[in-house]
């Protein structure tokens, strides 16, 4: 009869001693980076939590992203304190591991570690030089609002000269709409008529002579060219018809491309418009189809009252306008007879016929009454004419203004087009009271990085505060900020390599960055603190903290950047707004693996330093000297 090996009770006890010894090295790990683990998660909430109350529409890109991500790490945190240990217990098998010598990498990676210990300020000069490398790298680098995003959708706004009918619009869009539908790249075409440019798709009374056409495009994968492409060469086509202002929406119906110029004139605003406009058309190639929105001239019909006769014959203004009303649009609702139907009554309205508008003499014979009784005509207290007037009057903050409004050319930055405008004579030598203010994308983009530097900041205090809380220390903590500036060089020498701007996927990269980056440190520095408080000196204790350390460091950056790699290719629909935010992450994660691996340790032995010379000199005010200089409950 054949006997079961599981059924052998040698086997049973040393599968159960096996099984003991798997769950104690559980607990023993998890117990070893315990404090480490909880450091990394809420120095991730505390830079996440401020973002998520950014206000104005900055915040409005940032809130439900900070609160999902902080939201996310506090429970990944109690898996990897919970679940994850018992996992390991039930299913890891003891092994007997063969001790290995030193591996080459990392017999280099302690010698240098011990060069960085032995000449630390050296090593901090080499740092604040990277620093500085840093910050003149992101002087050269461009800034947008927005990468440019394939989103398989265009649109296009269109307008009219004043005086154009409902029926010249009509028969614009459907000529457009049949050059669109013979584009292979094109799947559906939507157009509204009487669209105001100002949101795209919502219907505006009175403006007839706009319409929006919305461009669905077939996916990116089954076209040849990107949808800035389909634009370009769109332009061609569309600038051959006659009398018609075009421009391509960021998505939302509005330009790419907008300044505003304000003033308590109007005059003078226009004519600065009219000159930045021409500049930035002849000298400034990174924008295409530069127009001003000041208004233009429709025709009209002028009734210019006579006071004299009318005051003799008793007539006012007021009767004046309101013949003119009523003949040409009719009488207000208020007014006007109804004919009753069975459900309903139908408003009746009398007004001249549209043909004989053009004929003045119709005009003229308009009956006012006059304060005898008698009806004379218009002809005798009024003359009429044709003329031309402004179609509308805008103003930005009670004053008035005209907008400069531009496509950008292919993958141009928005901050680099409006540098380049800024920069014209035109703009730099404006009439007197006339200002130049950003609005749309520029407006937002301006308010994103200026929310965005006071939320880091916030952020950067809220994780100084956790971090002193939890290592119940001040100076090593700090130790753990400084590797934060690390990784920034790297983020931006990736930018620069690969031609990407600083735009709001960057900043967003920026900012998992910035939570990311202090796990090296902190594993780091707690392990450190850990052997100092058992006695280990504090070089040895760095060494080994490099030793032990440097592995699982480098195995969260190696899986995080493996993540990346197919954002940072730009794979699928979206993925040119993915693309910077992987590629900065993947850069400034190298670089701070690299350089926290030999600057931490060196930080932390100055910091550990001046930590001590405080405690000695400022003992009363801020309690005992430290962990290491504890034995028992007693300083020794």
Request: hydrophobic letters at 50%.
């Amino acid at each position: 009869m054949a006997l079961h090996l599981s059924a052998h009770p040698a086997l049973k006890d040393e599968r159960l001693r096996a099984h003991f010894v798997v769950q104690e090295w559980s607990l023993q790990a998890a117990d070893e980076i315990g404090l480490a683990v909880v450091a990394t998660t809420m120095t991730i909430v505390a830079m996440f939590v401020p973002v998520s109350f950014m206000g104005g529409i900055a915040g409005q890109y940032f809130r439900q992203f900070g609160l999902t991500v902080a939201i996310a790490v506090t429970f990944s945190l109690l898996v990897a304190r919970l679940i994850t240990p018992l996992l390991a217990a039930y299913f890891l098998r003891a092994r007997q591991h063969r001790v290995e010598g030193q591996s080459v990498i990392m017999g280099r990676y302690l010698h240098m570690l011990e060069w960085s210990l032995r000449n630390r300020f050296v090593t901090l000069a080499l740092g604040a030089l990277i620093l500085l490398g840093s910050i003149m790298i992101a002087g050269s680098l461009q800034y947008g609002f927005l990468p440019t995003n394939d989103l398989s959708r265009s649109v296009l706004l269109i307008e009219l000269p004043p005086g154009s009918t409902i029926a010249d619009t009509a028969a614009t869009s459907d000529r457009i709409t049949a050059l669109l539908k013979e584009r292979p790249e094109v799947r559906s075409v939507y157009a509204v008529g009487g669209a105001a440019g100002a949101n795209g798709l919502s219907v505006t009374a009175g403006e007839v002579r706009k319409t929006t056409i919305v461009i669905d495009l077939v996916a990116r994968s089954n076209r040849s060219h990107d949808q800035k492409a389909f634009e370009r060469g769109m332009r061609a086509a569309l600038s051959a018809i006659p009398d018609m202002r075009y421009s391509f929406g960021n998505g939302g119906g509005g330009r790419e491309f907008t300044l505003i110029l304000s003033g308590p004139n109007g005059a003078p605003v226009e004519q600065a418009a009219l000159a930045l406009e021409r500049e930035a058309r002849q000298k400034v190639a990174a924008l295409a189809n530069v127009v001003s929105t000041a208004a233009l001239a429709r025709p009209e019909i002028r009734i210019v009252p006579r006071l004299e006769e009318a005051a003799d014959l008793g007539i006012s203004g007021a009767q004046i306008a309101e013949a003119a009303r009523i003949a040409t649009i009719g009488d207000v609702s208020a007014h006007l007879a109804k004919f009753s139907a069975i459900d309903r009554q139908v408003p009746i309205r009398v007004q001249v016929d549209e043909r004989a508008r053009s004929d003045l003499s119709t005009l003229d014979m308009l009956r006012i009454k006059a304060k005898n009784g008698t009806t004379v005509p218009l002809a005798t207290v009024a003359d009429t004419g044709f003329g031309e007037g402004p179609t509308t009057i805008e103003r930005y903050d009670r004053r008035r203004r005209v907008a400069i409004e531009a496509d950008l050319v292919g993958s141009t930055p928005l901050g680099e087009a409006i540098e380049q405008v800024m920069a014209l004579p035109s703009a730099r030598n404006l009439p007197a009271g006339v200002t130049i203010a950003r609005f749309g994308d520029s407006e937002i983009m301006e308010e994103v990085f200026s929310s965005f530097s006071r939320a880091i900041a916030a952020g950067v205090l809220m994780v100084l505060a956790v971090l002193v809380l939890l290592f119940a220390d001040v100076m090593q903590p700090i130790t753990i900020i400084i590797s934060m500036p690390l990784s920034i060089g790297g983020a931006f020498l990736a930018l620069l390599l690969t031609g990407n701007a600083i735009n709001l996927s960057v900043i967003i990269g920026f900012l998992m960055l910035m939570g990311i980056v202090t796990k090296n440190a902190i594993l780091l520095v707690d392990f450190a603190i850990v052997e100092m408080a058992r006695g280990v000196k504090r070089t040895q204790a760095l060494i080994e903290a490099g030793r032990k350390r440097a592995q699982p460091v480098i195995m969260t950056t190696a899986a995080m950047t493996a993540g990346m790699v197919p954002s940072a290719l730009g794979i699928g629909d979206g993925g040119a707004f993915r693309s910077p935010m992987a590629i900065a992450l993947i850069g400034g994660l190298l670089a701070s693996t690299f350089l926290s691996l030999v600057f931490v340790p060196a930080a932390f032995t100055i910091m550990d330093d001046v930590g001590r010379i405080l405690s000695s000199n400022l003992s009363r005010l801020i309690g005992p000297k430290g962990r290491n200089e504890f034995d028992g409950d007693e300083p020794t």
